[in-house]
Structures are given as C-alpha cells and as structure tokens.
C-alpha cells in the first residue's frame, strides 16, 4: 500500500500561480507512473495530467496544457503540480494518484490504485 500526501494547496487570485507537492512519506515513487486529477463540487474527478517514471515524459489534459506542469525529483520521491495563469474554474479538491502499469490508461481514475487525501485549490476571480 503507497499513502500519498500532497501539499501546497490554498488560495490565489485569477492569473496567480500555485505549486502542488506530493510524497510518499516512507516510500520510493520512483516505479510509479505519477497522475494528477481534480474535482469540483457537484462534478465528476477530471484529469489534469501524468508524469512518467523518469520524468521524460508527461501529458496533458486540453485543459491544463500550456499553463499546468507535472515534474519529479525522483531523488527526493516528490511529484510536482505547477498551475500558472489560474482561472476561477481551476477552483477544486486536486488529488496525486499513482499507478505502475504501463498498460492502463493514464486518464482514468480507476487506473490508479494508490490516491492522496486531496487538497483544495480555490481560485478567486
């Protein structure tokens, strides 16, 4: 069992930026493919994006491409959410979520047997 812990959420104004911290106290996330999803009130957990093992290679949602980055420092076992130019609809509980299959969906929640706690972003207009 892999217990995900994020950090870093809180309050920022429409066009602020907000880094999202995620660990694995105990735990190497080195053999995890590294997800990052969010859900606002009322709605269904959305994919925000996913981070490689080694890093090399993340995805995007249409959503978050262009101002969202998902990175890792495997050497401190934390993967990173960097959210710029934020919009009021950005405003929700963001979850990290870890997963080792290669063969699975990186955009499907199911995929992913290991989840945080969730962390609430609010992004006032």
């Known amino acids: 069992q892999v217990q995900l812990v994020e950090s870093g959420g809180g309050l920022v104004q429409a066009g602020g930026s907000l880094g999202l911290s995620c660990a694995a106290p105990g735990r190497t996330l080195l053999t995890y493919i590294m997800g990052w999803f969010r859900q606002a009130p009322g709605k269904e957990r959305e994919w925000v994006g996913a981070i490689g093992w080694s890093g090399g290679s993340t995805r995007y949602s249409d959503s978050a491409k262009g101002r969202f980055t998902i990175s890792r420092d495997n050497a401190k076992d934390t993967v990173y959410l960097q959210m710029n130019s934020l919009k009021p609809e950005d405003t929700a509980v963001y979850y990290c979520?870890?997963?080792?299959?290669?063969?699975?969906?990186?955009?499907?929640?199911?995929?992913?047997?290991?989840w945080g706690q969730g962390i609430q972003v609010t992004v006032s207009s």
């Open positions: 979520a870890g997963k080792s299959s290669t063969y699975s969906p990186d955009n499907v929640p199911n995929a992913y047997p290991y």
